[in-house]
């Protein structure tokens, strides 16, 4: 039986410390979340890798490293609402859950948002809603939110999740051009989001955030 308890440990001290992660929120969330139980079954025995996980249609659990970094510079506090976009099987719900107040996982493949809420349960996280809609379109009905994390590439963010931040708000998304893509957060002030690059990153691009590349030619 592998020991998924000593991976986790090595997973934090080997690819998230030495990243300059060192916010005990996101330490604590990361060495208690059992990862192997939110990936494919068949993929268990990977689920500690530092790289992006395939699961299949294109989509990716990000690695470790980024989703740290990304929370990192988010600085999630514990009185904050959070959406979570193409949370997949939840495990970045479940590391949020553990910071925020609670988190709105959307995903937009239902057996995939099934999985989830059975990984949630069955791992004691009961501040996760997960909310089957397009991933574009967000969750408008348990918004506003004080903080929007996007698990996968970008092209541009979708006006009805800038729509869903709060004034004051805060938000990390993979913007990619080509094969390479950078984390940028943004902060919505006046009602529109500033963006700044906070570190390299990349990540297949998800459903219904490619927009400004369909009049490229």
């Known amino acids: 039986m592998a020991d998924f308890l000593s991976r986790r440990t090595m997973m934090v001290d080997t690819q998230v410390r030495p990243s300059d992660v060192t916010k005990f929120p996101i330490i604590d969330a990361m060495l208690t979340i059992p990862r192997e139980e939110f990936v494919p079954a068949a993929q268990r025995e990977a689920a500690y890798m530092g790289e992006n996980l395939q699961i299949g249609a294109g989509r990716v659990i990000l690695e470790p490293r980024t989703l740290a970094k990304m929370l990192d510079a988010l600085d999630v506090s514990v009185d904050e609402l959070v959406l979570d976009v193409g949370s997949a099987l939840g495990y970045s719900a479940a590391v949020i859950a553990r910071m925020a107040e609670a988190v709105v996982a959307v995903e ?3 057996a995939l ?9 069955m791992a004691g996280v009961d501040n996760v809603i997960v ?3 397009p991933l574009a379109e967000g969750a408008a ?4 939110y004080d903080v929007v994390i996007v698990q996968g590439g970008v092209v541009e963010f979708p006006q009805a999740l800038a729509d869903q931040l709060n ?14 893509g950078e984390v940028r957060i943004g902060h919505k002030q006046n009602g529109k ?3 700044r ?5 990349g990540a297949p691009i998800l459903p219904g955030f490619a927009r400004a590349a369909e009049f490229q030619f």
């Open 141 to 144: 009905q348990h918004g506003p």
């Open 197 to 201: 690059m906070a570190f390299n990153a």
């Open 167 to 180: 004034e004051g708000g805060r938000a990390a998304c993979i913007f990619m051009k080509g094969a390479l």
């Open 193 to 195: 989001i500033t963006w």
């Open 108 to 110: 937009e493949d239902e």
């Open 131 to 133: 909310h089957v809609a």
């Open 113 to 121: 948002a099934s999985e989830a809420q059975e990984a949630l349960s």
